[in-house]
């Protein structure tokens, strides 16, 4: 091979390269927070607030960065949207809270961590609950 060659392989591999790192980066759009609340409230419908939550019905727990934090009880969706901390909600961080019951009220506050490290990356004041609920068919 000559020189010419060697050069024109290795700008198609350097080409190939760049275009399979930036491939799936434009695949994929990042959603906003609130829309990726909207998606998981799609077909239901929110009722009146409430200031606990009894967690063993709680299934699943969702963050939404600097958002709201997703409290999955099957029938019933709960949507917490912090009164102070917010901003630092991160879907990576794990939550720690010290109950000392088995509701989560709004008076309680949540901590985070660093998933990967453990260290402690901030909290959140929680607010009211609101439930939302699938829309009645007819």
Known sequence: MGMKTISTVAALAVAAFALSATGPAIA???QSPEAKLAKILNGRVAGKPV???FLPSVRNTKVIDHT???YDAGSVI???RPDSGA???DD???MVTDLHSSSLCNIDVVKLHDR???FYNGF???GDFVPYRRLASN
Do not use: F
Request: glycine share 8%; hydrophobic share 40%.
């Open 28 to 30: 994929r759009t990042k």
């Open 78 to 80: 709960y949507v917490n």
């Open 124 to 126: 959140v004041g929680l």
């Open 68 to 70: 709201a934090i997703v």
């Open 87 to 89: 901003k630092s909600l």
């Open 116 to 118: 990967s490290s453990g």
């Open 51 to 53: 200031h606990c939550i």
């Open 92 to 94: 990576d961080d794990v």
